[in-house]
């Protein structure tokens, strides 16, 4: 079965790092970009960034530019984010997604990032 | 950046009627390849986002043929031929030509 299967949201409190996963299993990791997506609550959907099948290419939103860092473990199966400096406006949902014939073919349930003091 | 606007709003369907979504980008999503990078997706309620048609008119694996899209350069359409109940959600148009990659804000599909 394809999967996706993201963890690590929490709440946080401003300033502080975070650091979300993204496990996948039923595909070949390793052949396919993929990207992190949010969603504020109530709001619409807001790509953060993706990785290329080797890690060689990283492209953020420009909020994530500096603060936000993705990586991936094809060993592993496995996407990260790394957050640091978060604000109170990074709180969203946080979905991993594939990328495939120019979509994000298949999505994660997502896991609740909540930054509040 | 490419910023993409999606119309109406809001939807009220009846079951058995075409819908009707708009979305219009700032910039041509042609690419040099030949291919349109707009793709569009489904929330349904509570539930991830799930990809609907892809390269602006290729419906995706499993979706049924009364959702097409259409459209070219910056304006494009996706049809419902006869709603569903199950086709309840927001709509979302993305495009992927180039990043920052940028989703419409979203059309809200209801029942009548």
């Known amino acids: 079965e394809v999967q996706l299967v993201e963890s690590g949201g929490g709440l946080v409190q401003p300033g502080e790092s975070l650091g979300l996963s993204c496990v996948v299993s039923?595909?070949?990791?390793?052949?396919?970009?993929m990207a992190w997506v949010r969603q504020t609550p109530g709001k619409g959907l807001e790509w953060v960034a993706n990785?290329?099948?080797?890690?060689?290419?990283?492209n953020y939103v420009e909020s994530a530019k500096g603060r936000f860092t993705i990586s991936r473990d094809n060993a592993k199966n496995s996407l990260y984010l790394q957050m640091t400096s978060l604000r109170v406006e990074d709180t969203a949902v946080y979905y991993c997604?594939?990328?495939?014939?120019?979509?994000?073919?298949?999505w994660g349930q997502g896991t609740m990032v909540i930054v509040s003091s | 950046d490419i910023v993409m606007t999606q119309s109406p709003l809001s939807l009220p369907v009846t079951p058995g009627e075409p819908a009707s979504i708009s979305c219009r980008s700032s910039?041509?999503?042609?690419?040099?390849?030949?291919?349109?990078?707009l793709a569009w997706y489904l929330q349904k309620p509570g539930q991830s986002p799930q990809l609907l048609i892809y390269l602006g008119s290729y419906r995706a694996s499993g979706v049924p043929d009364r959702f097409s899209g259409s459209g070219s350069g910056t304006d494009f359409t996706l049809k419902i031929s006869r709603v569903e109940a199950g086709d309840v959600g927001v709509y979302y148009c993305m495009q992927l030509l180039r990043t920052p990659l940028s989703f419409g804000g979203g059309t809200k599909v209801e029942i009548k």
């Open positions: 990785i290329n099948t080797d890690a060689t290419t990283k």
């Open positions: 039923g595909f070949t990791f390793s052949n396919y970009w």
């Open positions: 997604a594939r990328s495939s014939n120019g979509a994000f073919d298949l």
């Open positions: 910039q041509s999503l042609l690419h040099s390849n030949g291919y349109t990078y």
